[in-house]
């Protein structure tokens, strides 16, 4: 086996700091601000004789191919790594917690190829299939009729360019254009989602270049009975959960939402593995980590929203700290590493 080294990604030099602070101090509190899950995933790998390294991409020279200021916790010490050093001692990435998406789209789409590249070890989530999920592409690019096969139902999805014009949105949606949604192919957390009777020629020209291009689908009233989603590992589920929406507008509102634990039958699993099997087959990738986003229509069959796999949430930070899906999450990506590293 190789050494229990892993290097787990935070999300900015600012969140690095922090940690540092709160390693140094040996403990917790409100007055540092961390993310619940950097610590459930530290703990658990700590707990277990890993040795932990912490780092953020922002801090990463490519020029020069040196990873600065690279914390490893059971030295209290700072390095800078080279790729040949990064090599040589870390088995195993974590490349999660990477910031906004939206903000930093180009940056993070340039450290993973880099990564792809030139890293010999295991990285969680595959870079590559992180890529793929970086933009939205995927949704006008799957076929409907494959997947309907295995009884998923797509929305029917437009792509536009950034330079889109908003009198050929008219002339594409000239009446009820209250019924569709817009999103950047780039967007996360419901970044910019609008109604597209929301939207002018304004919008258009002020978002033109923060995001890689829009994304129409017509407003699916299923979405009031519920969106699921399922977390899943090695295309095991880990998590899930169902969000209920308070119907204020035509737009479901992540402010107005309630939270709950769901558990999906052995039916419902094994169709979300036919859907990791398919997204791997049509893009050649191994998807080692993701999250299923779906609805279902009155029948009971799955209505795809999104297929998350450059950063999918864990919804740690809504749960106690003790639950104990919060340490199923962590363990199970624990042991996944040391499966990894014993290969």
């Not at 700091?17 to 540092?32: A, C, F, P, V």
């Not at 008219?170 to 939207?199: A, C, F, H, M, T």
């Amino acid at each position: 086996m190789k050494e229990k080294n892993i290097l787990i990604h935070v999300k900015s030099d600012e969140a690095l700091n922090n940690y540092i602070r709160i390693l140094k101090q040996g403990k917790y509190d409100e007055s540092i601000p961390y993310s619940k899950e950097i610590k459930a995933m530290l703990t658990e790998f700590l707990e277990n004789g890993w040795n932990c390294f912490l780092t953020t991409m922002e801090n990463f020279d490519k020029d020069n191919e040196i990873f600065n200021k690279v914390y490893c916790i059971k030295e209290d010490k700072l390095y800078n790594m080279s790729i040949t050093d990064v090599n040589k001692n870390i088995p195993v990435m974590i490349i999660r917690n990477v910031g906004p998406l939206e903000l930093n789209f180009d940056k993070i789409q340039e450290y993973l190829k880099y990564i792809i590249n030139n890293y010999k070890g295991k990285v969680l989530n595959n870079p590559k299939a992180m890529l793929k999920g970086m933009a939205k592409n995927y949704l006008v690019e799957i076929s409907s009729d494959e997947l309907r096969k295995i009884n998923i139902i797509t929305i029917p999805t437009k792509a536009y360019p950034t330079t889109v014009k908003y009198s050929e949105i008219v002339q594409d949606y000239p009446e009820n254009r209250e019924k569709y949604l817009i999103k950047p192919i780039s967007g996360e957390l419901s970044n910019s989602l609008k109604s597209l009777n929301e939207v002018d020629e304004e919008f258009f020209r002020r978002k033109e270049n923060k995001v890689k291009g829009w994304i129409i689908q017509p407003i699916q009233e299923e979405i009031w009975n519920g969106e699921y989603q399922l977390v899943f590992l090695d295309g095991k589920v880990i998590y899930g959960q169902q969000k209920t929406y308070e119907k204020e507008g035509e737009v479901p509102s992540q402010k107005n939402r309630n939270l709950s634990k769901y558990h999906p039958d052995e039916q419902e699993t094994l169709t979300m593995q036919k859907l990791i099997k398919y997204f791997e087959n049509l893009y050649n990738i191994k998807v080692d980590i993701c999250r299923i986003d779906f609805m279902k229509n009155k029948e009971g069959l799955p209505i795809l929203l999104e297929f998350e796999m450059v950063n999918p949430g864990f919804f740690i930070a809504y749960m106690n700290e003790n639950d104990s899906d919060v340490k199923n999450i962590v363990q199970s990506i624990r042991k996944y590493c040391e499966k990894t590293i014993s290969d």
